[in-house]
């Protein structure tokens, strides 16, 4: 299945590809490195909406169009709608895309082949996983311009240590794909003509795990991610007990003990 979200031009802004229980969504903004509008962050909604509610698909990726995977806000735009409704609610979507990336059942990587710079950057840190180009870069540039990136450095944050999150806030200066993988910002780095199936190895992966279990364990993981130790350990007992109890362990448990390779009953 292939589907569309629209501007008011003929172009479409984001593109959806479904293909083997892999949902591909594509920033297509091209000309505009794509930037995050207003628009485009409603068309990221809306997919992200449909997808957490379609048990076909397995994993997505968020990947881009043309030189840039996306230089964050579209700055252009705010510059020309200055008022605390406009900018204050870009915010707030852009915070609930963030959110629904965490959210939806579904693993999300990001494929970045390009630079990553300030809601970029945390669009590539709010993913669950995400594969680089050696030529991809990433910072948290506002401070450049006089702008905190306060909303990237919660996501960043909370992918790499205070200390490399302080630096990469207070400079603005770029970080290369190595050092991103080294910092812990991403988890794969390729040559660029590498890139696509670094993404599809990696998809696959993941689909050739039960699916109830990656959901419940995303869930869990982000849930006790922001807790004290003592009730992290008592929702992950809750969790694995559960998971225990289930078919999905009763089946990879059993397969281990007959000496076969589990049969996941996805759907």
């Known amino acids: 299945m292939d589907t569309t979200a629209n501007t008011t031009s003929a172009e479409p802004m984001l593109l959806r590809s479904d293909a083997d229980g892999i949902a591909t969504l594509t920033l ?24 957490a ?41 852009c915070c609930k895309v963030m959110m629904s990336i965490t959210r939806v059942p579904q693993p999300v990587i990001a494929r970045v082949h390009g630079i990553a710079t300030a809601a970029g950057c945390q669009l590539v840190a709010g993913c669950d996983l ?4 050696t030529e991809a870069k990433f910072a948290t540039s506002g401070i450049n311009f006089g702008l905190f990136c306060a909303t990237p450095g919660v996501a960043v944050s909370r992918n790499v240590s205070r200390k490399q999150a302080m630096e990469m806030l207070m400079t603005g200066d770029f970080i290369d794909a190595a050092t991103a ?10 040559p ?26 995303k869930k869990f993981f982000y849930r006790q991610i ?21 078919p999905d362990a009763l089946e990879g448990v059993g397969a281990f003990a007959e000496k076969r390779k589990p049969q996941w009953k996805n759907k």
């Open 28 to 51: 297509n903004r091209p000309r505009q490195f794509n930037a995050l509008s207003m628009d485009m962050l409603d068309a990221l909604q809306t997919a992200l909406d449909d997808i």
């Open 53 to 93: 509610d379609d048990p076909s698909i397995r994993v997505v990726v968020i990947a881009a169009n043309g030189k840039a995977f996306c230089p964050g806000h579209d700055l252009k735009e705010m510059l020309a709608n200055r008022t605390q409704e406009f900018v204050g609610g870009l915010f707030d979507k």
């Open 130 to 133: 995400a594969v680089a180009s």
């Open 181 to 190: 993988l080294e910092w812990g910002l991403v988890n794969r780095v390729v």
């Open 192 to 217: 660029p003509e590498q890139l696509d199936n670094a993404v599809r190895e990696l998809a696959d992966l993941l689909l050739s795990k039960p699916q109830a279990v990656l959901a419940a364990g």
């Open 226 to 246: 922001e807790m004290d130790m003592e009730p992290a350990y008592k929702l992950a007992s809750q969790v694995i007990t559960d998971n225990m109890l289930g």
